[in-house]
């Protein structure tokens, strides 16, 4: 039987305006369960992404970041990761918070970056997500996906400038006009079509604060880091023994940096965070001991206990802390 033209454009209209029902609903949800704004991709290839990842990885930026050049077709399309998926729906946190600035204005301490300083925000963010899945599965009966806190080979950032979440900035974080860089992203990869996003405009102009006040030069380009020279990289995910020339260009850093972050014109005025898993543990910010790197073994694990800190090993945070130390006076 064939339909008319008009019968047809009909029913394509009541499917569009049911997914962007569907879309408005899950939307909300995420905004109830605390996340600052959500955000929907089409899953496809990431094929401008691919290119220069692909470039970056064999110019070695990556140092000795190896488990980046594995899974890499997964990385750059999710269908690959989660077979069936028709959506990317990302997720994002603010963790701006006034305990945080009120402690870095009058410290010259070691110091941890400001988005460890809580609740280990993985741990946070798949609790949330969980709760998002699960909503969305009781509205369209039963799904096929997953959910993702920087746990598997998805280029998270990519996925939530697809969804109008913001741009990527000349320093290689995500920026949003309303948040800045103070927050954290997480995703759902699912089998569920919504309405689409669209990316918005870069807004970095040029400004290069970023780039200026980086004291290890590894911003080498706009939009372009080297990892080996990151402070981020340095303190958390190098192995091996810091290079004596970066250790004295620390400032104070101990796990992560917020350099880049801290002299960026968007944060100036960014949205404070409402996920009070996220907010500063006073423990951090004031321990009991004056030096950091006199504090023993379980006086590190109690800490740090559910903190993205435990990355790090004893030791290194150890050397780190001495480091740091030297690198303020």
Not at 117 to 127: L, N, T
Request: hydrophobic share 35%; charged share 30%.
């Amino acid at each position: 039987m064939q339909h008319s033209f008009a019968a047809r454009f009909f029913y394509a209209l009541f499917l569009d305006m049911d997914t962007l029902a569907l879309t408005m609903k899950v939307r909300s949800k995420a905004i109830e369960l605390g996340f600052d704004d959500c955000g929907f991709s089409k899953a496809e290839p990431l094929d401008k992404e691919a290119f220069r990842l692909e470039a970056w990885l064999n110019e070695n930026r990556h140092s000795s970041m190896s488990w980046m050049e594995r899974n890499f077709e997964k990385r750059i399309d999710p269908r690959k990761l989660v077979p069936g998926s028709k959506s990317v729906v990302s997720v994002i946190a603010g963790y701006r918070f006034r305990e945080n600035e009120q402690f870095d204005q009058k410290t010259n301490s070691p110091k941890v970056a400001k988005y460890a300083r809580g609740r280990d925000y993985h741990k946070v963010f798949k609790g949330k997500l969980k709760k998002l899945f699960k909503y969305t599965e009781s509205i369209t009966g039963e799904i096929n996906g997953r959910f993702f806190v920087d746990s598997a080979p998805v280029m998270d950032k990519a996925w939530a400038e697809r969804s109008g979440l913001g741009w990527i900035g000349k320093n290689g974080n995500l920026l949003n006009k309303k948040f800045g860089s103070w927050f954290l992203i997480g995703e759902m990869i699912i089998d569920v079509p919504f309405v689409y996003d669209s990316p918005v405009t870069d807004h970095c102009g040029t400004c290069t604060d970023c780039i200026d006040a980086c004291p290890t030069n590894a911003i080498y380009e706009p939009y372009r880091i080297d990892s080996k020279r990151c402070i981020s990289y340095l303190t958390i995910e190098l192995k091996e023994n810091m290079p004596d020339e970066f250790k004295n260009k620390l400032s104070g850093w101990m796990f992560g940096c917020d350099i880049c972050q801290d002299v960026c014109p968007w944060n100036r005025d960014a949205a404070y965070g409402t996920f009070d898993d996220l907010k500063p543990r006073k423990k951090v910010l004031y321990p009991e001991k004056e030096k950091w790197s006199e504090i023993s073994k379980e006086e590190f694990e109690s800490t740090f206990e559910g903190s993205a800190v435990r990355r790090a090993r004893y030791s290194k945070f150890i050397d780190n802390a001495s480091a740091a130390v030297e690198s303020v006076k």
